[in-house]
């Protein structure tokens, strides 16, 4: 019994060292702007919420819409390598990045499309081609059947939309979903587990830099977002998706998709292409979740074809 009870101190004594050192109330947006804004960055106002958003270059507007818990920051790349054939335009939509969560926890399709046509509006786009990753994705072929006229193409990288009650792996997303224990994961985040997530979605860890963990990291950490991570992925996984409206979907579509997509089975691009009438897809060998991430020169220069030669 003294054996017993020395034990069970010594975890405590260790649980709460953990607790103590992972505890994180969030980060406050103006400790976070400096470090994870850019020159070309603005903020546009919607429903008490301010909306960040990059915009470079010049031409046809290409809209870029990530995934949960990620930000802008994750076309990094594609920036780069697009700007000079087009206006690129990211956001940090909803619930993530810098914009934080929406004040109303209004994480329905209906204020995330509101939210796109101000945003447009605002920078006077009368028509675009949208990509998104993930839940961007998911965002995209939502807004090719909200507003038909302004899209003209879109691109679905690793996209939601199929298999909304599958398995959860991911031991992050798992403690974020969990009624038990999504509230612990409001205020305690572990960075190593932070660290294994953004693992997970690449292909080749290897590429996984410090710099990039540590972006996540600080952008899970603004103030709020976790909060919205819990809801968006609780709302993408109870069944609520309207997959049979794909197929409603007209614009000339391409499916791209990491081969080892760890989060979203890789055959669901396949669910895309059937049912978007001539779709187009296109199949990353060993690459992740997200390809435009992992690998932008070789994407950027697959959706650059698509968009300006088909």
């Given at each position: 019994?003294?054996?017993?009870?020395?034990?069970?101190?010594?975890?405590?004594?260790?649980?709460?060292?953990?607790?103590?050192?992972?505890?994180?109330?969030?980060?406050?947006?103006?400790?976070?702007?400096?470090?994870?804004?850019?020159?070309?960055?603005?903020?546009?106002?919607?429903?008490?919420?301010?909306?960040?958003?990059?915009?470079?270059?010049?031409?046809?507007?290409?809209?870029?819409?990530?995934?949960?818990?990620?930000?802008?920051?994750?076309?990094?790349?594609?920036?780069?390598?697009?700007?000079?054939?087009?206006?690129?335009?990211?956001?940090?939509?909803?619930?993530?990045?810098?914009?934080?969560?929406?004040?109303?926890?209004?994480?329905?399709?209906?204020?995330?499309?509101?939210?796109?046509?101000?945003?447009?509006?605002?920078?006077?786009?009368?028509?675009c081609f949208i990509a998104g990753n993930s839940f961007g994705g998911y965002l995209t072929?939502?807004?090719?059947?909200?507003?038909?006229?302004?899209?003209?193409?879109?691109?679905?990288?690793?996209?939601?939309?199929?298999?909304?009650?599958?398995?959860?792996?991911?031991?992050?997303?798992?403690?974020?979903?969990?009624?038990?224990?999504?509230?612990?994961s409001h205020r305690i985040t572990p960075y190593f587990l932070v660290k294994k997530s953004?693992?997970?979605?690449?292909?080749?860890?290897?590429?996984?830099?410090?710099?990039?963990?540590?972006?996540y990291y600080d952008l899970l950490l603004r103030r709020g977002n976790r909060e919205a991570?819990?809801?968006?992925?609780?709302?993408?996984?109870?069944?609520?998706?309207?997959?049979?409206?794909?197929?409603?979907?007209?614009?000339?579509?391409?499916?791209?998709?990491?081969?080892?997509?760890?989060?979203?089975?890789?055959?669901?691009?396949?669910?895309?292409?059937?049912?978007?009438?001539?779709?187009?897809?296109?199949?990353?060998?060993?690459?992740?979740?997200?390809?435009?991430?992992?690998?932008?020169?070789?994407?950027?220069?697959?959706?650059?074809?698509?968009?300006?030669?088909?």
């Amino acid at each position: 019994m003294k054996y017993f009870k020395k034990s069970l101190l010594f975890f405590l004594v260790i649980f709460i060292a953990i607790v103590g050192f992972n505890y994180n109330s969030g980060t406050p947006v103006d400790e976070l702007i400096e470090n994870y804004t850019y020159p070309e960055s603005g903020f546009m106002q919607y429903d008490d919420m301010k909306v960040h958003y990059r915009k470079t270059g010049t031409g046809p507007v290409l809209v870029l819409l990530h995934g949960v818990a990620s930000s802008l920051h994750t076309w990094e790349g594609w920036h780069r390598e697009l700007s000079n054939d087009f206006t690129v335009i990211s956001l940090d939509v909803p619930g993530f990045g810098l914009t934080g969560p929406n004040p109303n926890d209004d994480y329905s399709v209906k204020m995330y499309m509101s939210m796109l046509d101000k945003l447009l509006d605002e920078l006077h786009i009368d028509s675009c081609f949208i990509a998104g990753n993930s839940f961007g994705g998911y965002l995209t072929w939502n807004y090719a059947l909200h507003n038909v006229s302004r899209v003209k193409k879109i691109a679905l990288i690793n996209a939601s939309g199929f298999n909304a009650n599958r398995k959860i792996e991911n031991p992050g997303f798992k403690l974020a979903m969990n009624p038990l224990t999504k509230g612990i994961s409001h205020r305690i985040t572990p960075y190593f587990l932070v660290k294994k997530s953004v693992e997970d979605v690449y292909g080749d860890k290897s590429k996984v830099t410090k710099q990039t963990v540590q972006r996540y990291y600080d952008l899970l950490l603004r103030r709020g977002n976790r909060e919205a991570f819990s809801e968006i992925l609780n709302q993408l996984h109870n069944g609520n998706i309207k997959t049979g409206l794909i197929k409603n979907v007209t614009q000339p579509t391409l499916i791209m998709w990491g081969s080892h997509d760890r989060i979203i089975d890789p055959e669901d691009a396949s669910r895309f292409q059937e049912a978007i009438k001539d779709s187009k897809m296109v199949m990353y060998p060993d690459v992740g979740h997200i390809p435009m991430e992992e690998i932008p020169i070789r994407t950027a220069s697959d959706i650059k074809n698509f968009l300006i030669n088909n």
